[in-house]
């Protein structure tokens, strides 16, 4: 139950090297005029981010077609739906897990 | 401090606690196999707060790699950030460079989603809202770290319960719910289909991280586009 050295030293340089990113932009850009094309870009990244994560949680390209080794990407579509008509977050979650762990048992 | 918007920040990140309560939990068992001490994963968690460089980290500090390549890995993993980052600072023009670097800090996927769905409905988001957002989710991911490391030899399948899925439904959640607000459906479903569709090409090409990096600057850049032509 101890912090050793090396690994204090490792930390804190992961998280230097975390919280920049994190920081400057939101330091430096709040305090200038941004132009309007650049605005726009950037009002595009939530829904970018976002769905790329999604993406990549949900599609796994490498595996086979049987439908099995896709039941991500089937309980994905199932919480889409539930995400659109219920427009509750805590709801989405709730019922996505329920419908990932019914396919996993029923697969 | 505004107590009543930090109140309603705190109750606006409930939503997604359970997605990083099973994500944390998960990097807590990694990092413990990994050989880290109980403080060892107290300290990740405070320190570098971000759920994929500490499961590499753990990864990679089990398999003895290199100070300097763990460090630049971690960097790369998190330098989506920077775009999350710049993406929220025009909601933040009002605060002092203070103010916004504590923001900062504390920035990760799900509050950055949180905060872009509450920006969809307006022009400026408050403070207070935002720490108590953020300040929740961090204690709520140390936490879970914590518990994970300490719980972790005994709960060896969460899978079976369907907690990992927490994580991609959260993200779903936030997604639907800014393109319900934002009423731009044809743009963003483009800018949407585009994101998910280079980030799994370039996951498989790159790495899962360069491929969100690649995805969310195409995308929003065909979006900006279309814009125009509209």
Not at chain 1, 23 to 38: A, C
Not at chain 2, 121 to 131: G, H, P, V
Not at chain 2, 190 to 207: E, K, M, P, Q, R
């Amino acid at each position: 139950m101890e912090i050793r050295w090396d690994i204090f030293v490792l930390i804190a340089a992961c998280s230097l090297v975390t919280a920049l990113p994190r920081v400057i932009p939101l330091v430096l850009l709040s305090r200038i005029d941004l132009p309007e094309p650049l605005l726009r870009w950037l009002g595009h990244i939530p829904i970018a981010v976002m769905a790329a994560l999604v993406g990549q949680e949900l599609i796994h390209a490498e595996a086979g077609f049987s439908l099995h080794e896709h039941l991500d990407l089937a309980a994905g579509v199932l919480t889409f739906i539930v995400a659109f008509k219920t427009r509750n977050l805590l709801w989405t979650v709730i019922l996505g897990c329920l419908f990932a762990m019914v396919l996993r048992l029923l697969a | 401090m505004n107590r009543e918007q930090f109140i309603r920040g705190v109750k606006d990140c409930v939503p997604t606690l359970l997605g990083y309560l099973s994500i944390g939990f998960a990097a807590g068992i990694i990092e413990k196999t990994a050989g880290l001490s109980m403080m060892e994963v107290g300290l990740l968690s405070v320190m570098v707060y971000a759920g994929s460089a500490q499961f590499i980290f753990a990864g990679m500090i089990g398999a003895g790699s290199s100070t300097a390549g763990i460090v630049a890995t971690v960097f790369f993993v998190n330098l989506r950030h920077l775009l999350l980052s710049a993406a929220l600072s025009p909601y933040f023009r009002h605060l002092s460079p203070i103010k916004n670097a504590l923001i900062g800090m504390l920035l990760t996927d799900e509050t950055f989603g949180v905060a872009s769905a509450q920006a969809s409905q307006t022009k400026q988001l408050n403070n207070s809202w935002m720490q108590g957002l953020n300040l929740t989710a961090y204690l709520n991911w140390i936490a879970a770290n914590l518990a994970g490391a300490y719980l972790g030899e005994w709960i060896k399948d969460p899978e079976k319960l369907g907690l990992d899925f927490a994580l991609p439904a959260m993200f779903i959640g936030l997604l639907v719910l800014q393109i319900v607000h934002r009423k731009r459906y044809t743009v963003d479903l483009v800018v949407g289909l585009t994101a998910v569709i280079v980030g799994v090409i370039c996951g498989i090409w790159l790495s899962q991280s360069a491929g969100v990096i690649a995805a969310t600057i195409t995308a929003a850049t065909v979006g900006t586009v279309i814009e125009r032509w509209r």
